[in-house]
């Protein structure tokens, strides 16, 4: 119980990041156009390739005798920017078809 | 100072994030909130790489990050690039999968270095911060059950897998998961010596609960499961935010996880059904024999081509409604061809789009968008249906569970109560389908054997282009 008060005091500002984020998540789509759904959920998931950030920093940390982390970590790396570059690139290919009409 | 410069860096990309969503949900600056969020991105990936910094060191293995960077990137790109808009839906499951393993696999790393003291002997378990554990523990479950489960939605999007249920299938479902949180709850609060065993049957548990949970819902469901899925994969980066203190994937996760979750259930609403629904009653295996199958449906009339020319192109309003068998026939261009041919010759043409037509909310709009359709040509489902009764002509192609009347209908059905377009209000009906075969929801549809229905068989394609010949024959 002790550790887990002290861990919320200890991250209480993640945790109120975390409470803010849920609710601006849910406010900023609200108003959005069924239009424009597909777009919005690829885009949504290019953002959450920012995992990638984790990616990178086990594989910086890993030291150079720890294969398993070595190989895991670049795998990490490989599959998190598919997942960013794919995403904002697949996004971006079908707003592109959005923006030609006038 | 590169500490402060990394903070800055995160805040901005956060800012990013947050302004990227929001422009995205606005057709005039959808595109650059694509590119902001991307910019963002980039910034905090680089800042990343250079500045950050534990106990006084950076990072190393330069070498092997750059070299993951560089294959990702290629292959994303071109992945991206070269997918046909019809296949769309499963690439983005495909990334979002990517994205899910890729938080299992952090915490299946992190876990080895909590376990493993720096000589490679194994850990003193107790010693062990409990809150990190339960954080590897959710990134790993959320991860891992993402991972498989977008891989099977993927499979089933491009025709590869098959839709399997069976009996009691969502009991062995729960106990899955069940055993796999409470193993975690376990080793959290008795820290066994066998650890690293559990660890390793919960990550294989969560994997099989991802593939069971996504096998047995059917086709037409499929959207609502890989945007459930999509935000699943936010917390799950959300997990990996908490692990390393880190705000720019906390912000980036939770948003995902939170606007994800709001567009399931908006989805979800348009079909009228509850999440739970969705999710529990199979919809692809079992629910198809009550699906009306074994009833006598009478008689279909066909319609010759050089019928449909003439009753479209003598009508005053024509609405075209389309579907997935129009995307899988790569017939927009053609379709507007016929609709820029029927409004020169003075017919009032517009397209009602059901929102969850295709294989992805908003799948006809961007398919027709490519086609360069003009927006205010399309209706969404509410305009559409009061449309209905001054229409002379509705054109469906390739569209069949969204306009099935079962769904007003039949409570038998699985798919009633989900609002369709009330196509028979219009004078008469046109359908195009390659063939009798029931929909993606695997259900008949009454519609077809109705007086002021007639089916034009065919690809779709081939269909417009020979209707166009037969247009300008008039």
Known sequence: MDQVLNWISEHQQMIYIVVLMVFLGIEVI??????????????????????????????GKAEADNYLAIILGFIAVILGTLNVVGGFVVTDRMLEMFKKKK | MGISLLTVSYLVASVTYILGLKMLSNPASARKGNLIAAGGMTIAVLATIFLYEEEGNGLHNYVWIFAGLLIGSVVGTLAAKKVKMTAMPQMVSLFNGMGGACAALISIIEFNHLTRNSDGTAAYFSSLDGVNLIIIFAGLIIGSVSFAGSMIAWGKLDGRIKDHAFKGQHIVNLLFIGISVALAAFIVIARPVETPIYFYVILSLSLIYGVFFVLPIGGADMPVVISLLNSFTGVAAACGGFLYDNKAMLTGGILVGAAGTLLT????????????????????????ASGGAGKAQGNYKEISLSDAAVVMSYANKVMIVPGYGLAVAQAQHTCHELEKLLTEKGVEVKYAIHPVAGRMPGHMNVLLAEADVSYDKLEEMEQANEEFASTDVVLILGANDVVNPAAKTDPSS?????????????????????????????????????????????DSKKVLQDLIGEVKNL
């Open chain 2, 265 to 288: 259930i908006l989805m979800c609403r348009a079909m009228n059904r509850s999440l739970t629904n969705v999710l529990i009653g199979s919809f692809g295996g079992g629910a198809t």
């Open chain 2, 414 to 458: 699985p798919i009633y109560g989900m609002p369709i377009l009330d196509v028979e209000q219009a004078k008469t009906v046109i359908i195009n389908k390659r063939s009798m075969k029931p929909g993606y929801a695997g259900i008949d549809n009454d519609l077809f054997f109705r007086p002021k229905a007639s089916m034009l068989f065919g």
């Open chain 1, 30 to 59: 609200g108003r959005v156009p069924s239009v424009l759904h597909t777009p919005l959920m690829s885009g949504a998931n290019a953002i959450h390739g920012v995992v990638i950030i984790g990616a990178i920093i086990v594989m």
